[in-house]
């Protein structure tokens, strides 16, 4: 095994890494709850350290995880393809050009002269031969003006070569890139969850520490426990959604999508910590709260289309009440 392989980073986490997220905000709420006992515990549980470690969760979660890596390279390898497509009906162009320019006994040394030994490779992607026919037509063009004009070439097409070679060149580094990107970002994502996940059982075993008298309290700082509640395995898995947590404290609301999906979009909603339901549904108001919609019971997952919820479909923004007594932790968001 080669050095660099063997110095990866591995998780040292045994969840998803969605859940770890979710299960250390609400670890890190449970901490600013009872910051107070904490700091009479240890003094570097101060409310500041709660809030760098709250916003270092949030930092991990930022950084772009594999489904946007995904997201990316899908987008530049089409991008590529389209470039490539244009090149090769470029060079059409210029085969044309050189059969009607050159006699017929130089022609095919001409052809070869101007790249068109890289044509069959380039016209099944591959990216390094659309690259060597863009050059070797742009060095050809630039050494045969006279005849290539004379065989019916605009004065405005190696201008336009020129453009479609610059614009295939920017994509195929920005590709090759985003490949080249692809190990260190996963690499940076799994330390930066590595370093959370570090700091995170540290304070929780303080507050077990701290809690051993309180059952209750004490389960607040319990992985396992936090883990559960969150729903984890395939069904109330959030992966492949782009989900946001809500904390909507008793008879408030909150505003959790500003336009509306369509009827067709697959959406996740969870109601993951409290006791009592929620009500979603649609408004055109920031303020007030749901009198009716879709009831969400807690610790149940909804995955489907957002018009499979029967709500008005004419608003614009999508609200979530909890008409309880107690604060729920609500996530919802769009499939990615």
């Given at each position: ?179 080249l990107d692809a190990p260190e970002q996963t690499d940076a ?148």
């Amino acid at each position: 095994m080669s050095a660099l392989s063997s110095n990866r980073p591995i998780p040292v986490y045994d969840c998803k890494q969605n859940e770890l997220y979710s299960v250390a905000l609400i670890c890190w709420k449970s901490y600013m709850d009872n910051q107070a006992a904490f700091e009479a515990f240890n003094t570097r549980y101060t409310v500041q350290f709660g809030t760098d470690m709250k916003a270092a969760v949030q930092s991990a979660k930022a950084l772009p995880d594999e489904f946007q890596r995904s997201d990316v390279h899908k987008t530049l390898r089409k991008d590529l393809k389209a470039a490539a497509e244009n090149a090769l009906i470029k060079w059409q162009q210029l085969e044309s050009f050189i059969n009607n320019g050159f006699d017929e006994e130089d022609q095919e040394s001409k052809k070869l002269a101007a790249g068109h030994a890289y044509y069959a490779a380039a016209s099944h992607e591959d990216w390094e031969s659309v690259d060597s026919l863009l050059s070797d037509a742009t060095t050809f063009i630039g050494l045969h003006i006279a005849e290539l004009t004379t065989g019916g070439m605009p004065a405005t097409f190696p201008g336009d070569l020129g453009t479609v070679k610059t614009s295939f060149e920017g994509l195929y580094e920005a590709f090759t890139d985003a490949e080249l990107d692809a190990p260190e970002q996963t690499d940076a994502k799994i330390n930066a969850n590595n370093e959370l996940h570090r700091n995170l059982m540290k304070m929780l075993d303080d507050g077990q520490k701290i809690t051993r008298n309180n059952a209750a309290l004490k389960s607040r700082f319990t992985f396992s426990h936090v883990l559960e509640l969150i729903g984890g395995g395939p069904t109330s898995d959030s992966a492949g959604y782009d989900v946001q947590d809500f904390f909507i404290a008793p008879g408030e609301s909150v505003i959790v999508a500003e336009n509306l999906p369509s009827a067709t979009d697959e959406i996740y909603m969870r109601v993951v910590t409290g006791d009592n339901a929620v009500t979603v549904c649609t408004t055109d108001d920031n303020d007030g709260l749901c009198i009716a919609g879709y009831v969400l019971e807690p610790q149940v997952t909804f995955k489907g289309e957002f018009g499979e919820l029967g709500l008005d479909m004419t608003k614009t923004k999508l609200r979530v009440t909890n008409p309880g007594t107690e604060e729920v932790l609500f996530r919802g968001g769009p499939k990615l």
